[in-house]
C-alpha cells in the first residue's frame, strides 16, 4: 500500500515538472517567435555591395522575419554564398537589431572574357576568385594581357614568366597608395598605362612602382578635371623630372 502511494506521488510531482517544463518550453517559443523579429539591419563594411542588397540578401529566406533565425542560420549553418563577399558576421544588438559585419574579397583586378560577357577577378596572388557579369566599382580592369583559358580558382594563366608578378606587384602599390585607376593597360615591351578617367599615366616598364605610385597620389589631386598624359615612364632616382602633357 505504501510503495503505491509513493509511487503514485513520484508520478504525480513528474508529471507536474513535465507539465512545468512544457510550459515554459512553449512560453520560450512563443517569445521567441514572437519577440524576436527583425526592425533593422546595420550593415558594417560593404563596398562591393549597398546596404540594401546586403539586407535583402540575409532576408531573402522564408522565416528571415525571425531576428533569431538569422542570427543562427548565418553564423552557424551558412551554406548559401554571396560573390565577392568572404563571410558575413551577424551580431544581436537587440531583439529587433541585427548588425551585419561584411568581410569582402580582396579584389587587386579583374579581366574582361568577351567570349562569355563575363569579368575574371582575382586575388592578390593572381587567383582568379569570382567570374560575373558585375563591374565593381574601385577594381582595375587590366587589358592588354595575353592569356589562355580562364579558369575559376586557378591562376590567371599569363604568358611570360614576370608578367603576372609584376602585375600584381603594381596592384598591390595601387592598393596600398589608394590610387586605383579605371584601367591598367600592358604594352609593348612590358611597359604599363593607368587610366584616371580622361587622364593616362604612362609608367614604362616594372621599375620603381612604389615611387612612381607615390608621385602619382601627389600629383593627381592636382590634375582633376582636366584631360592629358602624365609621363612617368623615364622617372628614376636619378632623372625626377615629371611633365603633364594636356590635350585636348
Not at 32 to 45: C, L, M, P, Q, Y
Not at 72 to 96: G, Y
Not at 182 to 211: P, W
Request: with cysteine.
Amino acid at each position: 500500500m505504501r510503495k503505491g502511494r509513493k509511487r503514485r506521488r513520484k508520478w504525480k510531482i513528474a508529471g507536474r515538472v513535465f507539465l512545468v517544463l512544457l510550459l515554459l518550453s512553449a512560453v520560450g517559443a512563443l517569445v521567441a517567435v514572437k519577440g524576436f523579429t527583425v526592425d533593422e539591419i546595420e550593415v558594417k563594411n560593404s563596398e562591393y555591395y549597398s546596404d540594401k542588397e546586403i539586407k535583402e540578401w540575409l532576408l531573402m529566406e522564408e522565416h528571415s522575419w525571425n531576428s533569431l533565425y538569422v542570427f543562427f542560420r548565418n553564423n552557424f549553418a551558412q551554406e548559401r554564398e554571396l560573390p565577392f563577399v568572404e563571410s558575413i558576421k551577424i551580431a544581436l544588438k537587440s531583439p529587433h537589431v541585427l548588425e551585419a559585419s561584411v568581410q569582402e574579397k580582396e579584389l587587386m583586378g579583374c579581366v574582361y572574357i568577351a567570349a562569355v560577357g563575363q569579368y575574371a577577378y582575382f586575388e592578390k596572388d593572381g587567383v582568379v576568385v569570382e567570374m560575373s557579369s558585375r563591374v565593381i566599382s574601385g577594381v582595375p580592369q587590366v587589358k592588354g594581357l595575353d592569356v589562355d583559358k580562364i579558369i575559376l580558382g586557378e591562376k590567371l594563366p599569363i604568358k611570360g614568366k614576370s608578367v603576372l608578378k609584376n602585375l600584381l606587384s603594381l596592384s598591390h602599390m595601387l592598393k596600398k597608395h589608394e590610387m586605383a585607376p579605371d584601367i591598367i593597360k600592358y604594352g609593348q615591351e612590358g611597359s604599363y598605362t593607368l587610366k584616371y578617367g580622361k587622364i593616362s599615366v604612362l609608367l614604362g616598364q616594372a621599375h620603381n612602382f612604389n615611387e612612381k605610385v607615390i608621385r602619382i597620389s601627389h600629383i593627381m589631386p592636382k590634375l582633376e578635371g582636366q584631360k592629358g598624359v602624365l609621363h612617368l615612364e623615364s622617372w628614376t632616382d636619378n632623372t625626377t623630372d615629371v611633365t603633364f602633357e594636356k590635350t585636348k
